[in-house]
């Protein structure tokens, strides 16, 4: 994107409530890493700071350190913080939006985590909390792979999976404020257990554990060769996206295999959610669709083309998501902002 598109967009997506020296920071929080980044009325992210998030040690510890990274953004951006107007924070696992309240994020190993007050009270900033998957998918809505789009979905493919769904150009939470959960749709009943406790969830058939599970079941129980262990270090544990991208490429057929198997189950979730919310955009990201690249979602959109109700596709794109890891900060960015003006 040019300057001037860039501005556009940004316009669009509610940026434009800050004054030109005006800045917001972005919080995206994982259980391996904190990013902070400062970004503008233009949608420019003037600066990044990142650090590990020790998910070992307290919350008070690691709000801490998220106020920290805060701080360093901002010192880096060479900021004052009467600049700044708000911090918007992703967080993983199950969120009150409301009250800012971490009700359970196992990758923390929080229970009802008061982040908002506790980081507002650290920093001095009002603060925007909510679900890291709603943003990043509100972040590819804003300046990414669904701007201009008023009624998307996100799926984000991973270690899990998770997604987002924005109708009328705003997030849908549901009756519970739990909307979004692609990764916990049961595709097969009778399907591998899933890290919830079901079986046969899309995040157990298809995210980058399910596809190593599959490689090494294959490996292990079947008798067949593969090179994604020497790929990936010798190891199944973990395995990086990178590693899998690199066994397809060098034709290894156990992996490519289990590739696609996923790529099937994706294109079942998406004709799924298509029946039921009917999005302009399905936007898929993560680091295993970043790895796989455009010939892999391209694979999703025609499993979900096949199995879709008839002319439930029309007019639905299925895109690579093109933020990356700065998709979560962006969101986050954004909603901090329309909670700047509904105040």
């Not at 490519?256 to 039921?276: H, N, P």
Request: one cysteine or more.
């Amino acid at each position: 994107m040019n300057a001037a598109e860039l501005m556009e967009t940004a316009t669009q997506s509610g940026l434009e409530r800050l004054g030109r020296e005006e800045f917001v920071v972005g919080v995206d929080l994982g259980g391996t890493k904190i990013l902070a980044a400062i970004i503008g009325s233009n949608g420019k992210i003037v600066s990044r700071f990142k650090a590990m998030t020790r998910a070992d040690k307290s919350a008070e510890e690691v709000i801490g350190r998220i106020a920290d990274c805060v701080s360093e953004s901002i010192k880096k951006a060479n900021l004052d913080r009467t600049q700044v107007r708000a911090i918007g924070i992703g967080a993983p696992g199950v969120i009150d939006s409301n009250t800012g309240v971490v009700i359970y994020a196992p990758n923390l190993r929080w229970t009802d985590v008061a982040l908002k007050a506790a980081l507002e009270n650290q920093s001095e900033i009002p603060v925007t909390v909510d679900n890291d998957v709603n943003l990043g998918t509100l972040g590819e809505q804003a300046l990414g792979a669904g701007r201009g789009v008023d009624n998307l979905v996100g799926i984000f493919v991973g270690t899990g999976i998770g997604g987002g769904i924005i109708l009328n150009g705003k997030l849908f939470y549901g009756a519970n404020r739990t909307a979004g959960e692609i990764g916990h749709v049961i595709l097969k009943p009778d399907g591998p257990k899933c890290s919830c406790g079901n079986r046969g969830c899309l995040e157990a058939l298809a995210s980058r554990t399910a596809i190593s599970r599959h490689v090494q079941k294959a490996i292990t129980k079947q008798g067949k060769k593969s090179i994604l262990p020497e790929l990936n270090g010798g190891s199944l544990d973990l395995v990086r996206s990178r590693a899998l991208a690199k066994a397809v490429e060098r034709g290894d057929k156990v992996t490519l295999k289990a590739i696609q198997r996923a790529q099937y189950y994706l294109g079942v979730g998406v004709a799924t959610v298509t029946g039921i919310v009917n999005p302009q955009v399905v936007v898929l990201g993560g680091g295993l669709i970043e790895a796989m690249g455009k010939d892999f979602v391209a694979g999703v959109y025609n499993v979900a083309a096949e199995l879709a109700l008839p002319n439930a596709m029309n007019g639905v794109d299925v895109l690579s998501a093109e933020l990356g890891d700065d998709a979560g900060v962006i969101g986050a960015a954004v909603l901090a902002c329309e909670n700047l003006g509904s105040a």
